[in-house]
Structures are given as C-alpha cells and as structure tokens.
T-cell receptor, first 116, second 109 residues
Framework: KAGVTQTPRYLIKTRGQQVTLSCSPI?????VSWYQQTPGQGLQFLFE???????NKGNFPGRFSGRQFSNSRSEMNVSTLELGDSALYLC???????????????FGQGTRLTVV | AQRVTQPEKLLSVFKGAPVELKCNYS??????LFWYVQYSRQRLQLLLR??SRESIKGFTADLNKGETSFHLKKPFAQEEDSAMYYC???????????FGKGNQVVVIP
C-alpha cells in the first residue's frame, strides 16, 4: 500500500511569509502527527489530529497550526515565518494514534523548509 | 511529562566491532519504548519496540525499568548500519512520541 506522502518536498520562503505543508496518510489511518526535525533539537512534536480534531499539541507558538480533513489528509500552516523555522517537517500516520503492540507510526519523507 | 535522553550525538565504530547506543527516559507511568532509524535519504522507520522483544537486523534492546534505560546493541556492526538512530517513548493517553535527539552512527570499513 502507498506510504505517507508529504508535499512539497522542498520549500524556500522569506521571513514574514506563511507556508502550508500537506500530508496524506496511509489509507485507513485516521491519526496524523506532525514533527519538526532540526540538527540541534532532533524531533519535536507539534500536534496530532484524529478524525479532524486536534487531540494533542506540543510547545510551539500559535504561528504553527494545522487541520485535518474528512479524508484524513492533514495540512500544517506556519504564519509569519522566522529564520528559526527552517527545518525538516515530518508527518506520521497511524491507525488510531496509539503506538502499542499493534500500533505503529509511519513517517513521510518530510518537507524541507528553508526560511531566508 | 516524558523525556528521552541520548547522551552521545556521534558514534564511530569499526566494522565488526560492537555498537551500543544509550537511551534513558523519564516518565512516571508505564512506557512504551522504541528505536527508530533513518538511513541516508530515507524516511524515518521503526527499527524495534521493547514490547515485541525482537532482534531486528541484529539489533536488540532491553527495557530496564530500574535504570529507566532502553539501550540499543549490536554485537558486530556492519557498514549498512551507518544511520541516524532515535530512541522514542510513547506515553499511553498522550498520543505522542517523545524522541531523543538522536545518535549518528558511522561504521568505518
């Protein structure tokens, strides 16, 4: 089956602009989580959506937001971009958001955002 | 809150030598621990999870609740093991994976 798809793969934006990233989960998966990956901080959790509802949120400013559609596809939006937002943004899909014996998070290849 | 610590950023080992990646966690409840691997130009993928007690690609990891550790080990490193390794903890009811900062492993031929 098709894996998690993230678009676009690469983005270059200038400070102050906004950006929207997209994530299509594996068919049948209803949970989508977003992570920011940087060399210094590793992977940091942004938020998780399940059935169009945000269930959990990490410690990121309000400039970072997201949503999920009825087909489970998710978008992440960052407004008023800052240089420090440059990172690889990963999304992960799972059936129901759990990672127990039967659960597993599958990751996309990420969107590389560069803010100049 | 849960926290995962991987103390060494970069680990260089010779092919055939043992490799051990340390992972310590902090969590008040009963954790689910994982190791994820990211090979060059590939997506992050699950390597193994503590609950299944499997050996994957020669790697094993044992959860030690007394020491709050979940170290990853392989007795004989191979060149194809060169990758970034992340230890992760999933807290039941929290619906998030907390990752350590990762270990870059370089296997020298």
């Amino acid at each position: 089956k098709a894996g998690v798809t993230q678009t676009p793969r690469y983005l270059i934006k200038t400070r102050g602009q906004q950006v929207t990233l997209s994530c299509s989960p594996i068919s049948g998966h209803r949970s989508v989580s977003w992570y920011q990956q940087t060399p210094g901080q590793g992977l940091q959790f942004l938020f998780e959506y399940f059935s169009e509802t945000q269930r959990n949120k990490g410690n990121f400013p309000g400039r970072f937001s997201g949503r999920q559609f009825s087909n489970s596809r998710s978008e992440m939006n960052v407004s008023t971009l800052e240089l420090g937002d440059s990172a690889l943004y990963l999304c992960a899909s799972s059936f129901d958001g759990t990672a127990d014996l039967n659960g597993e998070a599958f990751f996309g290849q990420g969107t590389r955002l560069t803010v100049v | 809150a849960q926290r995962v610590t991987q103390p060494e950023k970069l680990l260089s080992v010779f092919k055939g030598a043992p490799v051990e990646l340390k992972c310590n966690y902090s969590y008040s409840g009963s954790p689910e621990l994982f190791w994820y691997v990211q090979y060059s130009r590939q997506r992050l993928q699950l390597l193994l999870r503590h609950i299944s007690r499997e050996s994957i690609k020669g790697f094993t990891a044992d959860l030690n609740k007394g020491e709050t550790s979940f170290h990853l080990k392989k007795p004989f490193a191979q060149e194809e093991d060169s990758a970034m390794y992340y230890c992760a903890l999933w807290a039941r009811g929290n619906n998030r994976l907390a990752f350590g900062k990762g270990n870059q492993v370089v296997v020298i031929p």
